[in-house]
């Protein structure tokens, strides 16, 4: 697993990320996985919307699947985070920073395990299995970011 760190507002402890994504892989029953995780600000998480999904705007996550083909268990994919939004949103929800980033690392994962989050019914299992890995996850999602930010 590789973790990297592309942005320079938040100081994220990308070890403490790897381990949660581990967790994460293990409790839904992923046996072999080959993940990355790069946390990016807003231009270039545009950028890659816009390169890869012909989407011109700001998203939170980018999940790309790299397997040839479906394979219970295995995992194979990048995914991409962006750290504006995870500041903006845990704002807007009034939850932290660090928090909001684990639910991306979820969120993300739970793409390349095939959910989706396009029709009312997709969101709503996204959502509720999300809310699911964070409570087992617990407190170690603040363990995450250190307590400065940079403007």
């Given at each position: 697993m590789a973790v990297e760190s592309l942005q320079?507002?938040?100081?994220?402890?990308?070890?403490?990320?790897?381990?949660?994504?581990?967790?994460?892989?293990?409790?839904?029953?992923?046996?072999?996985?080959?993940?990355s995780i790069v946390?990016?600000?807003s231009p270039k998480i545009r950028s890659l919307n816009r390169q890869y999904l012909r989407r011109d705007y700001v998203t939170d996550v980018l999940a790309f699947d790299l397997r040839d083909g479906y394979r219970p268990g295995q995992v194979n994919g990048d995914i991409a985070i962006c750290v504006d939004m995870a500041l903006k949103n845990a704002a807007a929800y009034q939850t932290s920073c660090a928090r909001e980033l684990v639910l991306y690392v979820a969120h993300g994962i739970l793409h390349l395990l095939g959910f989706d989050d396009h029709s009312p019914r997709d969101i709503r299992e996204m959502r509720k299995k999300e809310q699911e890995i964070l409570s087992y996850l617990g407190k170690k999602t603040e363990t995450v970011v250190s307590c400065r930010f940079t403007d």
């Open positions: 320079k507002k938040v100081p994220i402890k990308l070890a403490s990320i790897g381990r949660i994504a581990r967790t994460i892989l293990k409790y839904e029953g992923v046996r072999e996985a080959s993940l946390f990016v600000s």
